[in-house]
């Protein structure tokens, strides 16, 4: 059974930046899509950013220009580069496939405040 543990969230000041890491346990991570989802209380659940097998990248258009998508095969993992953050990026921050997900993991709290 594939598990996602998410990290790197944290408090940050508006303007900041962090860096969000998925670990996916399972053998067949390199061949897979993985995306980037958050939620933000009251709200649904959103893709921010994917990520391809071939690296190919998509953003929402609230990100492009300030979230990196990438991903390590080697080390079975998925990140996330947050620049330039908003209040309006507060969530947490979840990883899957784009489709047929599989258990979603704990999720890791972004909070963008002064």
């Known amino acids: 059974q594939v598990q996602l543990v998410e990290s790197g969230g944290g408090l940050v000041q508006p303007g900041g930046s962090l860096r969000l890491s998925c670990a996916v346990s399972?053998?067949?991570?390199?061949?897979?899509?993985m995306a980037w989802y958050r939620q933000a209380p009251g709200k649904q659940r959103e893709l921010v950013a994917s990520?391809?097998?071939?690296?190919?990248?998509n953003y929402a258009d609230s990100v492009k220009g300030r979230f990196s998508i990438s991903r390590d095969n080697a080390k079975n993992t998925v990140y996330l580069q947050m620049n330039s953050l908003k209040p309006e990026d507060t969530a947490v921050y979840y990883c899957?496939?784009?489709?047929?997900?599989?258990?979603w993991g704990q999720g890791t709290q972004v909070t963008v405040s002064s």
């Open positions: 399972g053998s067949i991570f390199s061949i897979t899509a």
């Open positions: 990520i391809t097998s071939g690296r190919i990248t």
């Open positions: 899957n496939k784009l489709s047929l997900f599989w258990t």
